[in-house]
């Protein structure tokens, strides 16, 4: 992964330096680590940011400071805002997938805007974009923070890089059919000891349903081991210790 | 969209009334609405949490208070484990997309646990669960707080259940986890009674591997009483004919 594909992560008139502290942790958490900051509220550095960022103090000790977006996003090729559609600007309005997407494919800087908290971006500055980036959230109840609009854009964005690995990962591999075979004979034979299966008519239909139901519980050869221990204990006198 | 596949978010002995709050806010920007609480360290209700959730009060109004996990999601089929992968477990480790996956195509009830804002779950915790559901991180920062753990998975998951249609369907539906639970003890009894646990320092690791080779099976109901009849018959005297 190269820091090209890496988005610069910048916050426009950021208000309490707490967010900003809160912004740096959701950021590092996905591998991010740019952070520019356009005219915080309260100046910089703020006290306030290092203990909110829980050791994410490398984003913050980077952090640059602009007055305003176009400087902030002058070396940037695409730029996406994170808001809610606009009805002003007629921009392609994405979701964080398509512009995940859209950032891996570029080798060039990518741009994320994020607003002040209580009022967003303006729209001269959406305008500045390439494109609005939406998470599509319940439309009865929008109350995304800062920190939490960023932190999902930062998880799209590092699903798609090289930082991500894959993670579903079977934790063990299943056993061959001829383990599970044995595990089936094995307790076919000792119900059929125990007279299990009656009445005679039945006896097939049974024996499938106990196959059905132990092939399909995915074991692996260490978990058949197990079970054909578990069973053998079952048919067995009982141990004294 | 219907009910039974919204995921039931279930805080394991949480420790802070604001971090129930700021999760009960996570789970309804993405429409989650069904919280449960296991132990509440400070009781329940908590007059914290209000504040914290940031208008998200109908998600605290119903939330339900369990004393154990296993109450705790008696009714729910399909269970995962939010935590990193353990070493004491060999159970299988998904990301959120294949949780968000299997959840949209089942029919069924199902529960994400995660644990106490330091702890975690325990291991007899996690050995309840179906699969661990693990977000991949940054491995030199890993720092995700508990709202935001539940506001990724949440995430994931309404993206899939925007998709989702309701027409992909189990042949038959999992057991709900209560009636799994019968049938561990069951067997639990019965390898007690032979004398199957030895030594007694192994005994809750074998307890645990027992639990994770026939919780991972996807048994149905009607097959879960089919193995139950099963042991009886291998503890069981020989039926003569």
Redesign the interface.
């Known amino acids: 992964m190269s820091a090209a594909n890496k988005p610069v992560i910048v916050l426009v008139r950021p208000q309490l330096g707490q967010n900003i502290g809160k912004t740096a942790?959701?950021m590092?958490?996905?591998?991010l680590t740019e952070m520019r900051l356009v005219a915080p509220r309260d100046g910089w550095p703020n006290p306030d940011a290092g203990p909110a960022a829980?050791?994410?103090d490398i984003v913050l000790e980077q952090a640059r400071v602009f007055d305003t977006v176009q400087e902030a996003i002058a070396d940037c090729s695409s730029v996406y805002a994170s808001t809610v559609r606009r009805r002003d600007l007629i921009m392609p309005v994405i979701g964080p997938?398509d512009m995940a997407n859209q950032i891996a494919a570029s080798s060039k800087r990518s741009a994320i805007l994020f607003g002040p908290e209580r009022s967003g971006l303006e729209t001269e500055e959406v305008a500045l974009s390439n494109a609005i980036v939406t998470?599509?959230?319940?439309p009865e109840?929008?109350?995304?923070n800062l920190a939490?609009a960023v932190?999902?854009l930062a998880?799209e964005w590092?699903?798609r890089s090289a930082?991500?690995?894959?993670?579903?990962?079977?934790?063990?591999p299943r056993a061959p059919h001829g383990e599970l075979d044995g595990l089936i004979g094995q307790?076919d034979d000792?119900?059929e000891?125990?007279?299990?299966f009656?009445p005679p008519s039945r006896t097939q239909a049974t024996k499938n349903?106990?196959r059905t139901?132990f092939t399909?519980?995915?074991?692996?050869s260490?978990?058949v081991k197990?079970?054909r221990g578990?069973?053998r204990?079952?048919?067995?006198?009982?141990?004294?210790?």
């Open positions: 942790r959701a590092l958490n996905f591998g829980s050791g994410a997938e998470v599509p959230i319940n109840f929008a109350s995304l939490q932190i999902l998880y590092s699903k930082l991500s690995q894959p993670t579903a990962k079977e934790a063990e307790l000792e119900l000891a125990k007279g299990y009656h349903n106990i139901i399909k519980t995915g074991w692996s260490r978990e197990a079970v578990i069973i204990a079952l048919v067995g006198p009982a141990r004294l210790r």
